[in-house]
T-cell receptor
Framework: GENVEQHPSTLSVQEGDSAVIKCTYS??????FPWYKQELGKGPQLIID?????GEKKDQRIAVTLNKTAKHFSLHITETQPEDSAVYFC???????????FGTGTRLKVLA | NAGVTQTPKFQVLKTGQSMTLQCAQD?????MSWYRQDPGMGLRLIHY???????DQGEVPNGYNVSRSTTEDFPLRLLSAAPSQTSVYFC?????????????FGEGSWLTVV
C-alpha cells in the first residue's frame, strides 16, 4: 500500500542551529503535503504546508521543499529555539481520496 | 473558539467493556475523522466521514464503530475493548472533503485497556 517514510526518528540540535526532517512518499498522485507539530499532551497543529505545483514555501524560520520527481519533501527550521522542541509529522494526501498518510514522526530536541 | 473538542481526556477500560469517545467541532466542517497514535507508528486513520450520514473505513477500522448524525458530532465507539486498543485517539476535521484542506486536530483522548 501507499506509505510515507520519515527520517530521522529523533534529532538533537544546539539552539541556533538548523534542523532538517525528510519525508518520502509513494503515491505519485499525492498533491498536498502538510507538516504538523505536536507538543507533549497536545494534538498535532499545522505549521506549514505545500502543494504539488510549488517547489518551496517559507514562513519565517520554517521552510518546506518539495521534489516531485524524487517524491520527497523536507522541513527546514532555521535558528532553532528551545520552544521548537516537539514531535513533527509529515503527511501526504492520497490521490483520488479524502485521506492522508502520516509519517511516523520526528522527535526534535533543541538543546540550550 | 472551541475548535475540535474531544471527551474524555483520559479513560481506563477493562477488557470487553464498551465505550464512546465523543468528538464535536464548531467550525461547520464537512470532513471529520478519527486517528489513533501509537509509538513509532504515526497517526493511523480509523474511520472518516465526508458529511452527515456518510461514513467510511480507514486503515485500521476493526473493533470500532462510528456514526455521523449531525455535522458537528462524530463519536467513536469501542464495541468490546481489547488491550491492543490502548492508544491515544485524535479526532480531526476540515472544511471540505476535498484533499488539500487544513486538518484541525482535537487535544486527544488517552485510552488504556487493562
Amino acid at each position: 500500500g501507499e506509505n510515507v517514510e520519515q527520517h530521522p526518528s529523533t534529532l538533537s540540535v544546539q539552539e541556533g542551529d538548523s534542523a532538517v526532517i525528510k519525508c518520502t512518499y509513494s503515491d505519485s498522485a499525492s498533491n498536498y503535503f502538510p507538516w504538523y507539530k505536536q507538543e507533549l499532551g497536545k494534538g498535532p497543529q499545522l505549521i506549514i504546508d505545500i502543494r504539488s505545483n510549488v517547489g518551496e514555501k517559507k514562513d519565517q524560520r520554517i521552510a518546506v521543499t518539495l521534489n516531485k520527481t524524487a517524491k520527497h519533501f523536507s522541513l527546514h527550521i532555521t535558528e532553532t529555539q528551545p520552544e521548537d522542541s516537539a514531535v513533527y509529522f509529515c503527511a501526504a494526501s492520497m490521490g483520488g481520496t479524502y485521506k492522508y498518510i502520516f509519517g511516523t514522526g520526528t522527535r526534535l530536541k533543541v538543546l540550550a | 473558539n472551541a475548535g475540535v473538542t474531544q471527551t474524555p481526556k483520559f479513560q481506563v477500560l477493562k477488557t470487553g467493556q464498551s465505550m464512546t469517545l465523543q468528538c464535536a467541532q464548531d467550525m461547520n466542517h464537512e470532513y471529520m475523522s478519527w486517528y489513533r497514535q501509537d509509538p513509532g507508528m504515526g497517526l493511523r486513520l480509523i474511520h472518516y466521514s465526508v458529511g452527515a450520514g456518510i461514513t467510511d473505513q480507514g486503515e485500521v477500522p476493526n473493533g470500532y464503530n462510528v456514526s455521523r448524525s449531525t455535522t458537528e458530532d462524530f463519536p467513536l465507539r469501542l464495541l468490546s475493548a481489547a488491550p491492543s486498543q490502548t492508544s491515544v485517539y485524535f479526532c480531526a476535521s476540515s472544511y471540505s472533503a476535498e484533499k488539500g484542506n487544513t486538518i484541525y486536530f482535537g487535544e486527544g483522548s488517552w485510552l488504556t485497556v487493562v
